[in-house]
């Protein structure tokens, strides 16, 4: 299946480490890609590859995997972290597929 | 700088169609990807397809891949998204990005966004 889960919220004080899952069967075949959306602003890769930071994003950023989940962590949760997350991967045939996403609140 | 401009809003019938555009410039256009998604009031992020910008080549959404064609005109380094028999549930905010072929190498560029409402 290339179906993608994520909870639906998480919630996080500032300061806190806040973790973000993303399970589904072809994840240990495939890259997972993590985005940032905030409303009214388009989407921002802030993990690519399970844990690879691109350029411009915080060190605060960290990405892992596991078998069949992989997790994006946030250390030391700031206020402007506040958004939704999504998982993406892809397909042999380039085909992307996005989990259901993720609240963060910072509290 | 490497920059996607998509076309303005659109207001459309419930059966109708909308072509959406996406001007790319600052970077070589058939070397990489054009993707398609869209997010609905709401809602998460849907994939709908893509386009490889060199040999043309295409990939759909199976939800959606009798509704859209994604095509691309390589002297004006633009792509564009057709979707036909638009019902309300396709009213949603509509990007492009731009994306390597393949694994992620240090590209995905994002267009500005498209706000495509269907209604009756």
């Known amino acids: 299946s290339s179906d993608l889960t994520q909870p639906p919220s998480v919630s996080v004080s500032p300061g806190q480490t806040a973790a973000i899952t993303c399970s589904g069967d072809?994840?240990?075949?495939?890259?997972t890609y993590w985005y940032q959306k905030k409303a009214g602003q388009a989407p921002t890769l802030v993990m690519s590859k399970d844990s690879e930071r691109p350029s411009g994003i915080p060190e605060r950023f960290s990405g892992s995997s596991s078998g069949t989940t992989v997790t994006l962590t946030i250390r030391g949760v700031q206020a402007e972290d506040e958004a939704d997350y999504f998982c993406?991967?892809?397909?042999?045939?380039?085909?992307?597929?996005f989990g259901g996403g993720t609240k963060m609140t910072v509290l | 700088q490497v920059q996607l401009v998509q076309s303005g809003a659109e207001v459309k019938k419930t059966g109708a169609s909308v072509k959406v555009s996406c001007k790319a410039s600052?970077?070589?256009?058939?070397?990489?990807?054009i993707h398609w998604v869209r997010q609905a009031p709401g809602q998460g992020l849907e994939w709908l397809g893509w386009?490889?910008?060199?040999?043309?080549?295409?990939q759909y959404s199976q939800r959606l891949q009798t509704r859209i064609i994604i095509t691309r005109d390589t002297a004006a380094t633009s792509a564009y998204m057709q979707l036909s028999g638009l019902r309300s549930e396709d009213t949603a905010m509509y990007y492009c990005?731009?994306?390597?072929?393949?694994?992620?190498?240090?590209?995905?560029?994002w267009g500005q966004g498209t706000t495509v409402t269907v209604s009756s």
């Open positions: 993406q991967t892809a397909d042999s045939s380039g085909s992307w597929v």
């Open positions: 990005v731009a994306r390597d072929i393949g694994n992620y190498d240090g590209m995905d560029v």
């Open positions: 386009i490889n910008a060199g040999n043309g080549n295409t």
């Open positions: 072809a994840l240990p075949n495939q890259f």
């Open positions: 600052g970077y070589s256009f058939r070397d990489y990807g």
